[in-house]
């Protein structure tokens, strides 16, 4: 089933101006593109493809050496666009990412624009590594660049239509880390678990083909600009409107959206948890607002018009999960808590 | 067998003269004429032969009733048959009863009774029947060791065959009964199990009979009902994309697996597709895969 022409993109040739059928030709290439250096991780880069046509931002997290930074790297890569990237420190200050300060040729003290305006406002991908180093304050201005698309700084409003914010952040070790506020969290439209791929073969190669280990080399040899950054929004905005979410869809997400703000009243049964009191918030609706948002783009790559209850359920963990906010007591059990509360979830609410 | 007793001899002769011949002779049988108890019947019979022109005069024969305080006529006969020399012999058999209560053992006689003879001018009378017999009592009066072991027992009580096994085999068969009753419907899913776990399609395919043919609603309402059916099937929320999970976890539902994608097929257009799109699948089709998985679903 293919999608209709939405406005403003017509079945043209030109690469500025493409239909939606030859997006999803584009947004194909792109996957199998990224995919040539990220082996077995499909889910991933099919996630991370959702996002990028879903105009949201993503956090990847997951355990030291499985890929995560090529991943992210591979991608803006194959995306094209300017790509800036800066690593979180616990010494991180805010400013250290709007400027570089240093002594000049002349032993003049001198301030260039740092990361985030080296490539003004074209700026396409930006990627920040160990996001939970940096500081609270180093959060407040990446959640105003990840929500308005803009900084203010050298005495004027920078604006970035096309910025797209990839962070990880490793889940191993907790000292001198600081966790991500909740509003920073509620920011990234999705975030990612990352494992190792399970495949024999797949691990076979990563670690005895030679071709994985230069990682440089691995990511300098994809293609570039697969899908030009520039026309993602307009692309976006043409898959919202034009793929078709049933009035019975709506109710089954609202559903979803009420068994997991009440779990108890929907069913759901958590072993070792206290029902009434085991969600402290979350399920936000701009959370369920991007949930529907996500599900759109994963019909449409998978070529029909509808939502289907199957797009919901493909993004619905890396979207909903991290916005679900646990008691305290609980937050220690959250890798067994949340997933299972999903799954509960689904198991739940009927579909149709 | 009676035992021949000569009782009276020759008659009597009375009168001598040309009237002596006129019966030849007057003999009483009877039976054995001892061991008569109180109660018994003595048959006896007297054979008298007389000469021609002589005939037995039948109004002189006793007539049937009490003889004496203890004994009873009951009934007397008399056949004639000739006899030599033109003469006549008269069989006359009589019925007694004895009620004489012997107190010890003695001699009774049957008294004889007078009967006459006549040529319508001559007439001649001669006693017959008379017999002796010995009577015996019931019992001795004097008690004798042992005695009590012939005393009256109490009647032996009627043996009444047991019907308690019978009783307990028929029990055993209803509740058979009963359990195969219950084990059927268990099978069939009717009622009482209609709503049980396991059987999910049987009760679907019930109310989907009555629902697919109530127009767009009611098919609507039966693609749902067959929804919640699958679901309870599964255990969880069956989606389209968990068909094939779903059959190798209930492979009894394979055969169908076609069926199965066009029924979500026709699902999703229905409720997830563009306003005003209707089910593509026919009641007749829903109704029959919702009967063919209730079947598979007891055969599983």
């Known amino acids: 089933m293919s999608v209709s022409t939405a406005a403003g993109l017509r079945p043209e040739t030109a690469s500025t101006d493409l239909s939606l059928d030859a997006w999803r030709d584009r947004a194909h290439a792109f996957e199998a593109e990224v995919g040539r250096a990220v082996v077995g991780q499909p889910g991933v880069v099919r996630l991370l493809t959702v996002a990028l046509f879903a105009r949201g931002h993503v956090l990847l997290e997951g355990d030291v050496g499985v890929g995560k930074t090529t991943i992210l790297r591979a991608v803006a890569r194959v995306l094209g666009g300017p790509f800036e990237r800066i690593e979180g420190t616990v010494d991180l200050m805010p400013t250290d990412m709007l400027y570089t300060a240093f002594v000049d040729d002349d032993g003049k003290p001198r301030v260039e624009p740092g990361p985030v305006l080296h490539h003004g406002e074209d700026l396409a991908v930006f990627f920040f590594n160990e996001i939970n180093r940096a500081r609270p304050q180093v959060h407040s201005l990446l959640l105003r660049l990840m929500a308005e698309r803009s900084v203010t700084a050298f005495g004027k409003e920078w604006s970035f239509p096309h910025l797209q914010v990839f962070a990880d952040r490793n889940r191993v070790e907790k000292e001198e880390t600081f966790e991500l506020p909740a509003a920073a969290r509620d920011r990234f439209l999705m975030e990612i678990a990352v494992e190792a791929p399970s495949e024999t073969e797949v691990r076979r190669d990563l670690v005895f083909n030679p071709r994985f280990h230069d990682v440089d080399r691995l990511i300098g040899g994809l293609a570039e600009g697969v899908v030009d950054h520039r026309r993602l929004g307009d692309v976006g905005r043409a898959i919202q409107s034009a793929v078709h979410a049933s009035p019975t869809l709506e109710t089954y997400v609202l559903g979803l959206w009420d068994a997991l703000r009440a779990p108890k009243a929907a069913g759901v049964d958590i072993a070792g948890a206290d029902m009434d009191r085991l969600l402290q918030g979350g399920a936000s609706p701009r959370g369920v607002s991007a949930l529907v948002r996500a599900a759109r783009v994963t019909a449409w790559l998978a070529g029909r018009d509808m939502v289907l209850p199957e797009d919901v359920r493909a993004v619905f963990s890396p979207v909903m999960a991290h916005r679900i906010f646990l008691d305290p007591i609980y937050e220690i059990r959250r890798d067994r808590i949340v997933p299972d509360l999903c799954r509960q979830v689904f198991e739940r609410v009927p579909a149709p | ?300």
């Open chain 2, 1 to 300: 067998m009676r035992r021949l007793l000569l009782a009276a001899a020759i008659a009597l002769f009375a009168p001598a003269g040309a009237g002596l011949a006129q019966v030849r002779s007057v003999e009483t049988y009877g039976p054995r004429p001892f061991g008569v108890l109180l109660g018994d019947v003595l048959k006896l019979q007297s054979v008298v032969v007389v000469d021609a022109p002589f005939k037995l005069d039948r109004s002189t024969l006793p007539q049937p009733g009490a003889v004496t305080y203890s004994l009873e006529l009951h009934k007397i006969d008399v056949t004639e048959e000739p006899a030599p020399d033109n003469g006549t012999r008269y069989r006359i058999e009589t019925e007694y009863q004895t009620f004489f209560s012997a107190l010890e053992t003695g001699e009774q006689t049957v008294p004889a009774y007078t009967i006459a003879v006549s040529d319508g001018t001559r007439r001649e009378e001669v006693q017959a029947g008379k017999w002796t017999y010995v009577t015996s009592p019931l019992r001795p009066i004097q008690g004798q060791a042992g005695e009590s072991n012939l005393r009256l027992r109490p009647d032996v009580r009627p043996a009444i065959p047991s019907t308690r096994a019978a009783r307990i085999q028929l029990g055993a068969a209803l509740a058979l009964v009963a359990l195969l009753f219950c084990a059927l419907a268990w099978q069939r899913s009717w009622w009482p199990f209609h709503r049980r776990a396991s059987r999910p399609f049987g009760a679907a395919a019930r109310e989907i009979g009555r629902l697919a043919g109530r127009g767009e609603e009611g098919r609507r309402a039966a693609l749902l009902r067959l929804h919640r059916a699958f679901d309870v099937a599964w255990g969880k929320r069956l989606l389209g994309d968990d068909i094939g999970a779903f059959l190798r976890d209930r492979p009894a539902f394979a055969r169908h697996g076609e069926a199965i994608r066009s029924f979500f097929e026709a699902s999703r257009a229905a409720f997830f597709g563009p306003a005003g799109a209707t089910a593509s699948i026919a009641p007749d089709a829903l109704t029959r895969l919702a009967r063919d998985l209730a079947s598979a679903e007891r055969a599983s």
